[in-house]
């Protein structure tokens, strides 16, 4: 039995950089005699045998040969393979590409055999942002996505290489080369025009709705949660009629439902269903929040409060537009969740929750007064 560190593993010990995550490549030996080897080993492999063995990924060849191997990976810089005794064998452009920082394919057919590729191709521009997307891998990601094969991946693929590209130093780069090689359809369909939409006039935005949305999620990155909310915040601009450009009047409302959508699409666990989906409903509330009405204020931070969204949604409207609230909703919800009904007022329904937001309300009046905030 041979084993070998594989992947982005080497990469990034090439790169002198800290190694997160170690992938095995196993020869020598066939799967069900490296499962009596590891009783503790459990296969979590689809399309080909991959076994997990406390927490460490091995799998098996997809090729007959080492070199064919490293030329049936994603790209060229991931191609790579060390032995026990530290031997290299890598893709004949795979360190050429590492040192010129280019993303490149390792061949055309591995994208046409696994369109998943196409994702992680996006994922690791963001990942790798100085890294850069060569003009062939650009070209066969949009040969993929011309022939429909992208609708075959099965979503909970899509939603794991998401949340990944969701994690990584400069997230927008996965919709900026998804978008740039018409591969946002059918996953990402709500922005798949975003590109030709202005995000809204002159000075506020000099930007498409998806270069916009690419910044947003640049911005907040670090934080998964937030990213998300920064791709699903302004998909209602996609909505918005053409005559009406460049202003999206209630976008806000009308990007709700899209948003869920998506999120429900791509298999995201519910949290990030719900983040996405209040991201788009409350954001420009959020935004104008000193001018918000008491009520209105009690309506938007309960609904926030139900999934601690409410610092992730004032994140949002920092890297939105550059307004700062300091930590006045924070105060605020303090405020009204310190509010109890007189027990003559529990237990009466619709009636308990109307009484309840009308003394919420005037709870932040009362303390807005005091304040002396209009």
């Known amino acids: 039995m041979n084993i070998y560190l594989a992947g982005g593993a080497v990469r990034d010990i090439l790169l002198g950089r800290r190694v997160s995550d170690r992938d ?12 009596k080897t590891f009783p503790q080993a459990r296969e979590v492999g689809v399309a080909f045998p991959v076994f997990l063995v406390e927490g460490l990924e091995f799998s098996f060849p997809r090729a007959a040969s080492l070199e064919k191997e490293v030329k049936a990976r994603d790209l060229t810089v991931n191609a790579m393979l060390v032995d026990d005794e530290g031997e290299l064998f890598c ?3 795979a360190l050429d590409d590492l040192h010129a920082r280019l993303l490149r394919p390792t061949s055309r057919q591995a994208f046409h055999d696994d369109p998943l590729r196409v994702f992680r191709a996006a994922r690791f521009w963001a990942k790798l942002p100085e890294f850069q997307p060569t003009d062939e891998l650009v070209g066969l990601m949009r040969e993929v996505a011309e022939s429909g094969a992208l609708k075959d991946i099965a979503p909970d693929r899509i939603g794991q290489e998401t949340r990944k590209a969701l994690r990584a130093r400069m997230p927008g780069n996965y919709l900026r080369l998804l978008g740039r090689t018409g591969c946002l359809s059918p996953w990402y369909e709500e922005l798949a025009n975003a590109d030709g939409i202005p995000a809204g006039p002159p000075p506020y935005h000099d930007a498409d709705v998806l270069e916009h949305t690419c910044r947003v999620m640049d911005y907040l990155s670090g934080d998964e949660i937030q990213v998300w909310m920064g791709l699903t915040h302004d998909i209602g601009k996609c909505l918005t009629p053409e005559d009406q450009w460049p202003h999206h009047f209630g976008h806000d409302m009308a990007g709700e439902a899209p948003a869920e959508a998506l999120g ?17 409903r409350w954001h420009m509330n959020a935004s104008r929040y000193d001018e918000l009405k008491p009520g209105t204020r009690v309506d938007m931070l309960m609904a926030l409060n139900h999934g601690d969204l409410v610092e992730p949604m004032f994140a949002l409207v920092r890297a939105d537009n550059d307004q700062d609230h300091g930590r006045r909703p924070e105060r605020d919800l303090r405020t009204i969740l310190g509010v109890r009904l007189a027990p ?3 237990n009466q329904g619709e009636a308990s929750g ?15 007064i005091r ?4």
């Open 264 to 280: 429900r699409r791509i298999r995201l666990p519910n949290l990030f269903i719900e983040a996405g989906a209040k991201a788009a």
């Open 354 to 368: 109307i009484k309840l937001r009308q003394l919420r309300a005037k709870a932040l009046k009362d303390r807005d």
């Open 344 to 346: 003559e007022d529990c």
């Open 24 to 35: 095995y490549l196993v020869t020598g030996i066939d799967k069900d005699s490296f499962a």
């Open 371 to 374: 304040r002396g905030h209009k």
């Open 91 to 93: 893709h004949p452009d």
